[in-house]
């Protein structure tokens, strides 16, 4: 009967796998084309000499550059602790033989899926406000960066 139990078991976690799998191929697929999109917007910016910044009302370049990087910086720590919530989760779920314990690692595992996008989402942001605010900064970065940014990075 145990026998049949784990066998399900694996049979679902194959079948979240492949969604998974799917997922982060379209991912990214879309993190290529964003990246591919701001590499041609920084080289239009850096043609351009005298290209004029964005003053953002009520709250100034440097709040909206410091929000739009904490709300990435908060989904990226996210992001980077929940796996090992979810594996220490599991292992207490196994040891204790609670099902509340695999029922969260399930839905820590699904929140963690969605966080994922917002993170690349905020990181996308995060690059646009930086090039509205400082665009003479941000095209001279990613020109001293410029393999980072294009083969590393995505």
Same mark, same amino acid.
């Given at each position: 009967?145990?026998?049949?139990?784990?066998?399900? @078991?694996?049979?679902?976690? @194959?079948?979240? /796998?492949?969604?998974?799998?799917?997922?982060?191929?379209?991912?990214? $697929?879309?993190?290529? =084309?964003? &990246? =591919?999109?701001?590499?041609?917007?920084?080289?239009?910016?850096?043609?351009? %000499?005298?290209?004029?910044?964005?003053?953002?009302?009520?709250?100034? +370049?440097?709040?909206?550059?410091?929000?739009?990087?904490?709300?990435?910086?908060?989904? *990226? &720590?996210?992001?980077?602790? &929940?796996?090992? #919530?979810?594996?220490?989760?599991?292992?207490?779920?196994? @040891?204790?033989?609670?099902? /509340?314990?695999?029922?969260?690692?399930?839905?820590?595992?699904?929140?963690?899926?969605?966080? #994922?996008?917002?993170? *690349?989402?905020?990181?996308? =942001? #995060?690059?646009?406000?930086?090039?509205?605010?400082?665009?003479?900064? $941000?095209?001279?970065?990613? +020109?001293?960066?410029?393999?980072?940014? &294009?083969? %590393?990075?995505?």
């Amino acid at each position: 009967m145990e026998q049949h139990a784990i066998l399900r @078991r694996f049979i679902k976690v @194959r079948e979240h /796998r492949d969604i998974v799998k799917k997922l982060s191929y379209s991912l990214l $697929t879309i993190g290529t =084309l964003l &990246a =591919l999109c701001l590499l041609g917007a920084t080289s239009i910016y850096a043609e351009e %000499l005298g290209a004029s910044s964005v003053e953002f009302p009520y709250t100034g +370049n440097r709040t909206a550059v410091w929000v739009v990087a904490q709300l990435h910086i908060l989904f *990226a &720590a996210f992001i980077l602790g &929940a796996p090992i #919530f979810v594996v220490i989760s599991e292992w207490l779920g196994y @040891r204790k033989q609670d099902p /509340r314990y695999d029922r969260l690692a399930k839905e820590v595992t699904k929140v963690t899926v969605i966080l #994922f996008s917002m993170t *690349a989402v905020t990181g996308g =942001l #995060f690059i646009f406000v930086l090039l509205a605010a400082y665009p003479q900064f $941000t095209t001279s970065f990613i +020109n001293q960066f410029y393999m980072v940014f &294009a083969v %590393l990075y995505p």
